[in-house]
């Protein structure tokens, strides 16, 4: 009998050995905790811009993507499954907020931000070009953009272009907070 006809076959399979399945869950879970050990040690070292890129965090994240395709092939070749084990899923919002605050419009089942950034530098010839024009180009692009998301069916709650941070929207926006760069 052939891997497809045993693992992907429409009957079912009684002698399944899950102790494979168990040791790759096991050692990913494993990799995970040296993760949260390692992240809040560099953390405590560093920036969270420098600590995503720091030479520790990288490996163990590519450490932990191979073993979540080692269990995946484990469950795969075990069961004759396609695990989706690396979604990130959110639940729904508990009340007219998502998970950051930001207040949903009515009849939606979820709303979440979504990020765009540029590093964009000018060239030193000619000698006259600045970054000022970039926001203004970003500025007319997300206009662009956001009316494409409103024909698409989506409702474009908030949008906003900034320069030098990330952009804030309604309640993130803490009255103490300098917004000299954003727009």
């Given at each position: 009998?052939s891997?497809?006809?045993?693992?992907?076959?429409?009957?079912?399979?009684?002698?399944?050995?899950?102790?494979?399945?168990?040791?790759?869950v096991?050692?990913?879970?494993?990799?995970?905790?040296?993760?949260?050990?390692?992240?809040?040690?560099?953390?405590?070292?560093?920036?969270?811009a420098?600590?995503?890129?720091?030479?520790?965090?990288?490996?163990?994240?590519?450490?932990?993507?191979?073993?979540?395709?080692?269990?995946?092939?484990r469950?795969?070749?075990?069961?004759?499954?396609?695990?989706?084990l690396?979604?990130?899923?959110?639940?729904?919002?508990?009340?007219?907020?998502?998970?950051?605050?930001?207040?949903?419009?009515?009849?939606?089942?979820?709303?979440?931000?979504?990020?765009?950034?540029f590093l964009?530098?000018?060239?030193?010839q000619?000698?006259?070009?600045?970054?000022?024009g970039?926001?203004?180009?970003?500025?007319?692009?997300?206009?662009?953009?956001?009316?494409?998301l409103?024909?698409?069916?989506?409702?474009?709650?908030?949008?906003?272009?900034?320069?030098?941070?990330?952009?804030?929207?309604?309640?993130?926006?803490?009255e103490?907070?300098?917004?000299?760069?954003?727009?």
């Amino acid at each position: 009998m052939s891997h497809e006809d045993a693992t992907h076959g429409p009957a079912p399979m009684p002698a399944v050995d899950p102790e494979p399945m168990h040791r790759a869950v096991d050692t990913l879970a494993a990799a995970l905790h040296e993760y949260v050990g390692t992240a809040v040690g560099v953390r405590a070292e560093f920036g969270a811009a420098e600590a995503d890129e720091d030479p520790r965090i990288l490996a163990l994240e590519n450490r932990i993507g191979q073993l979540n395709a080692t269990l995946f092939d484990r469950l795969h070749d075990g069961l004759g499954m396609h695990p989706d084990l690396t979604s990130s899923v959110w639940g729904q919002a508990q009340d007219s907020h998502d998970s950051h605050g930001h207040q949903v419009p009515d009849g939606a089942v979820i709303a979440e931000p979504f990020y765009l950034g540029f590093l964009v530098a000018a060239p030193q010839q000619p000698a006259d070009m600045t970054l000022d024009g970039v926001i203004e180009l970003l500025d007319e692009t997300g206009e662009e953009v956001a009316g494409r998301l409103l024909d698409a069916g989506y409702e474009v709650v908030e949008w906003a272009a900034s320069r030098g941070q990330a952009a804030v929207f309604g309640d993130d926006v803490d009255e103490d907070e300098d917004e000299e760069g954003d727009r």
